[in-house]
């Protein structure tokens, strides 16, 4: 099944405590992106990236990291995480904005 | 700077009347119209979508959307809501081909009251 699969879904943390969220795809996809969202503010793209080394910064990149060492993976980094973070992030991926993304079903971060 | 509008936060509806959620954008040519549904813990899943030709398209799930470039409008339609419509509905806008990304718009609930 086609699928963009995240984890973990849900993740309680305290400030400054090092995560990652993982990200994968089985499409073969070259475009990824993660977003929060939040109520009120809908959708916010975090970071992006077009291929396999290939990742530049969103509308809200501050605070997280992002790498793409492979085609199926994309995990999100936040070195340093603050209770601002607190929010529920999506990654998505496509072959092509023709297609419209795919999404995972979401990672809620709590940081307490 | 293109931007997607959703003037209504909440919408109530009664099971078996009709729906039209409103979607708005900014942009300086013809973009790239998505609409997405997100059902609770769920994802996103995109319902239908709009680039060219027929201003009228259907997706899944008896949904429709009209394009209607005079009004910079892709208003999301169904003549007869089920109790499992009960969502939130996100409006999006691509830019091609300059960029892969999608701008949503913040997003509208819609309660089903049987």
């Known amino acids: 099944e086609a699928q963009v699969t995240q984890n973990p879904r849900y993740l309680i943390t305290v400030t400054g405590k090092k995560l990652t969220v993982t990200c994968s795809q089985n499409?073969?996809?070259?475009?990824m992106s993660w977003y929060r969202q939040d109520p009120g503010l809908g959708l916010r793209q975090i970071y992006y990236?077009?291929?396999?080394?290939?990742?530049d910064k969103g509308d809200v990149p501050e605070g997280y990291k992002v790498s793409r060492k492979e085609k199926r993976n994309f995990p999100l980094i936040l070195e340093s995480p603050s209770p601002n973070q607190t929010s529920l992030y999506f990654c998505a991926s496509s072959s092509g904005l023709f297609y419209g993304y795919t999404f995972g079903s979401g990672t809620r971060l709590t940081v307490v | 700077a293109q931007s997607v509008t959703q003037p209504d936060i909440h919408i109530t509806v009664s099971e078996g009347a009709s729906l039209e959620l409103r979607c708005n954008y900014s942009y300086g040519a013809t973009p790239y119209l998505f609409w997405y549904v997100q059902s609770p813990g769920q994802g996103l899943q995109l319902l239908l979508k709009y680039f060219s030709g027929d201003t009228l398209v259907q997706g899944i799930k008896g949904f429709e959307a009209e394009f209607k470039r005079s009004q910079s409008s892709f208003n999301l339609r169904k003549p007869s809501v089920h109790w499992s419509d009960a969502a939130e509905y996100f409006c999006?806008?691509?830019?091609?081909?300059?960029?892969?990304?999608?701008?949503f718009g913040t997003g509208t609930r819609l309660q089903v009251f049987p």
């Open positions: 499409m073969n996809h070259e475009y």
């Open positions: 999006a806008v691509g830019r091609p081909p300059d960029t892969d990304k999608l701008i």
């Open positions: 990236s077009m291929n396999v080394e290939v990742t």
